[in-house]
């Protein structure tokens, strides 16, 4: 079984840095594509940021210039750096990854979630 596990959320004050962290474990032949979603609520999931396996990277345009995505292929890991947060982004993120097993193929994963509460 193939298990995704967020860490690092937590509450902040606006301006303030927190640094998320996403775990892939199992059976795992390889690791596509890993994203950040987030859900604030009453609201749609979207999406956050997004890194290739070769590290190209994406960002919504709330985030992009306060927010960095970076993967560790060896330990199959994916962290999000968030700077200057503002109370806009408050909600539970996500982690997501396309993950190839050696006997059962591709498929994508998410894990169970971490909420960011940024507010003074």
């Known amino acids: 079984q193939v298990q995704l596990v967020e860490s690092g959320g937590g509450f902040v004050q606006p301006g303030g840095s927190l640094r998320l962290s996403c775990s892939a474990s199992g059976s795992i032949f390889h690791i596509g594509p890993m994203g950040w979603y987030r859900q604030a609520p009453g609201k749609r999931r979207e999406q956050v940021a997004f890194?290739?396996?070769?590290?190209?990277?994406d960002y919504a345009d709330s985030v992009k210039g306060r927010f960095i995505i970076s993967r560790d292929n060896a330990k199959n890991t994916v962290h999000l750096q968030m700077n200057s947060l503002k109370s806009e982004d408050t909600a539970v993120y996500y982690c997501d990854a396309l993950i190839y097993q050696y006997t059962t193929g591709s498929q994508n994963y998410w894990g169970p979630g971490t909420q960011v509460t940024v507010s003074s």
């Open positions: 890194i290739t396996h070769r590290g190209e990277t």
